[in-house]
């Protein structure tokens, strides 16, 4: 008691006096009430209501209802029976209530005890279950090498390019593996399912066995039932015959033994009247007595002794008398054993033979159903045999009628094959001047295309060595002009606008065709402008220019220069854009779009001398 007092007395109670005695100070219930509200398991306001008065049964009770409710809060198992003993001071109630309230409070602050493992638990390793493959559907190398690298990291470029096999094959097994998984649980699922189907149909099967076999058994039962009811009725009817017998027996030696006590009694009283003392006699006795025999009634009642006594059996006659009986009476109980033989006998026969009768019966039902059933069977045999032969009969029959129809189609088709060929090699024969016209027709044709194409094809060149040569003037002139190289800038600008086509100036709208005379004369310039004469010639102080035979050749030196100088070598551009491009690109406008040659030609050359 002392830790609980030493408890309860404690700081973390809050008590408002000391506790000295359990049984006396906790009587009431108002300390309880404290400890709970200072543990803040009940309101502050909880006290207000309360009262310290141990006399007072009702405020006790009171008190306690409250501390009742704590104890509900806290989680305290109680009895009311403990209330009850802590109010009247019993010893040791109030510490068996504190006892649970102390742990209830000092397990409330600590952490939930860990579960215990059950000695049950198994170690047996888990179900394998793959994890998810996000990335089995990016399998465009070429996608997602641009999305995880960037254009700097060359070197994991260069490593991913050369494991794109291992990737590959890779995706390739996981692909396999998953295949043969989900072909496997196809197959487990097939399985579980066929074996759900055996052993449904098994189950069917088995109540179906079960059903018939207690339909069997309730027929027999059936069976078996009426055989005892009708064996009972035959025990019935034959023991109600013996019953009957019996009565029947009795009643007769009931009426026979009536008769002979009525028979007796009438002897006696004729002689008691013969002898003059019957009833008769008597009632007469007042007239006057006539005796109808000549001796005296004691004479004869002598006489009748005397008789009586003559007629006493030996011990000779008693016992032959006896051994008589005894022999009568085993000769009756052999005959009676004799008798109940033969009927039991009769009756064993009589169900043997009914017995054998009935096997007689079924044996024959049995034959009638067999001969039945064996007529049926032929009688089907048959039909399916007669069946069967009017089948063969008749494919015998539709296979030589085939064969033969065979043979005539076979002889009209190689006859019409024949027809047939020489009537197409006549037409063909006859279409040769046709064909071979179709034929140079579709020539033309085809050649006609090719010129297009070609035409379209320098087109696309002429076009494309244009845009190249506008580049090559725009950088030549930024490089002369302003005496510096192109910024990093300027040349994304100009890639740019070399990319969208927009470095050359919008073409001219077309003009309309040229006629012959035109034409020549576009053929003269440009064989002047290929030879550097005429109107093309240099100027007399700048000397002899070697003739330009093929344009592109001086394009593809300044391109080559124009490399060098972007590197920052040190290389001397064959002729400046203004001595090369202007006839160049005159060429190039004549020939795109039909302009006069002459005009073109002749403007370069004015300025050039008013320079």
């Not at 550097?532 to 035979?549: F, H, K, M, R, S």
């Not at 004549?590 to 040659?597: A, D, T």
Request: net charge neutral; hydrophobic share 40%; glycine share 6%.
């Amino acid at each position: 008691m002392s830790y609980l007092l030493a408890f309860i007395n404690s700081p973390a109670c809050g008590l408002s006096q000391p506790c000295k005695s359990l049984e006396k100070d906790l009587a009431s219930g108002y300390r309880f009430a404290e400890l709970l509200v200072h543990q803040k398991v009940l309101p502050a306001d909880s006290l207000t209501s309360l009262r310290d008065v141990p006399d007072d049964l009702d405020q006790c009770l009171h008190n306690y209802d409250t501390v009742c409710k704590g104890l509900d809060t806290l989680g305290v198992s109680y009895k009311r029976a403990v209330i009850g003993k802590c109010i009247s001071g019993h010893r040791g109630a109030a510490a068996s209530l504190l006892m649970p309230v102390k742990k209830a409070l000092a397990a409330r602050g600590q952490p939930p005890a860990p579960p215990v493992e059950l000695s049950t638990a198994t170690s047996r390793y888990k179900k394998f279950t793959r994890e998810p493959l996000t990335d089995w559907g990016s399998d465009d190398f070429m996608q997602r090498t641009m999305d995880s690298r960037k254009p700097e990291q060359w070197n994991l470029i260069d490593m991913d390019v050369h494991l794109r096999k291992f990737h590959d094959e890779q995706r390739r097994q996981e692909r396999v593996q998953s295949e043969k998984e989900e072909k496997d649980a196809s197959a487990a699922a097939e399985t579980r399912a066929g074996k759900k189907v055996a052993q449904l149909l098994q189950a069917r099967e088995k109540a179906v066995f079960f059903r018939s076999w207690l339909d069997d058994g309730d027929r027999a039962w059936r069976a078996n039932q009426m055989v005892k009811i009708e064996r009972e009725r035959s025990q019935l009817r034959y023991e109600l015959a013996l019953r009957t017998r019996r009565g029947n027996v009795r009643d007769q030696e009931t009426f026979d033994s009536t008769v002979e006590g009525m028979d007796g009694v009438l002897g006696f009283e004729a002689n008691m009247k013969r002898l003059g003392i019957g009833n008769e006699v008597q009632q007469a006795a007042m007239g006057p007595q006539l005796s109808t025999l000549a001796e005296s009634g004691l004479a004869y009642l002598e006489r009748i002794e005397q008789q009586a006594r003559d007629q006493v059996m030996t011990v000779e006659a008693k016992a032959e008398m006896l051994d008589t009986l005894k022999q009568k009476a085993h000769m009756n109980q052999h005959a009676r054993h004799e008798r109940e033989r033969r009927r039991r006998k009769m009756m064993v026969d009589q169900q043997a033979s009914q017995a054998d009768l009935e096997k007689e019966r079924a044996k024959e039902q049995l034959l009638e159903r067999l001969m039945e059933d064996g007529k049926r069977q032929r009688a089907t045999a048959l039909a399916r045999w007669e069946k069967q032969h009017a089948r063969e009969a008749s494919l015998r029959e539709r296979k030589v009628e085939t064969d033969r129809l065979r043979a005539v189609a076979a002889v009209a088709v190689d006859k019409g094959f024949d027809e047939l060929t020489e009537t197409c090699r006549a037409q063909w024969e006859q279409d040769a001047p046709a064909r071979a016209a179709a034929a140079a027709e579709q020539k033309k044709v085809n050649h006609h295309k090719a010129v297009v194409r070609h035409k379209k094809a320098n087109l696309v060149i002429e076009e494309t060595i244009d845009n190249l040569l506008s580049l090559v003037v725009a950088v030549t002139t930024i490089r002369s002009d302003e005496g510096r190289g192109l910024t990093l800038s300027e040349w994304h600008g100009l890639k740019a606008d070399f990319v969208k086509d927009r470095l050359r100036s919008s073409p001219p709208p077309p003009t309309p065709a040229l006629s012959a005379e035109s034409a020549a004369e576009i053929e003269c310039e440009v064989e002047s402008l290929l030879a550097l004469t005429g109107p093309w010639a240099p100027p007399a102080d700048v000397g002899e220019p070697a003739a330009i035979e093929d344009p592109v050749e001086p394009c593809v030196s300044i391109l080559a220069a124009l490399a060098a100088a972007a590197t920052g070598t040190d290389a001397a551009i064959p002729c400046r854009p203004a001595d090369l491009g202007e006839p160049l690109g005159s060429v190039r406008v004549c020939m795109v779009y039909g302009e006069s040659l002459t005009a073109a030609a002749r403007k370069p050359a004015a300025e050039g001398e008013a320079a």
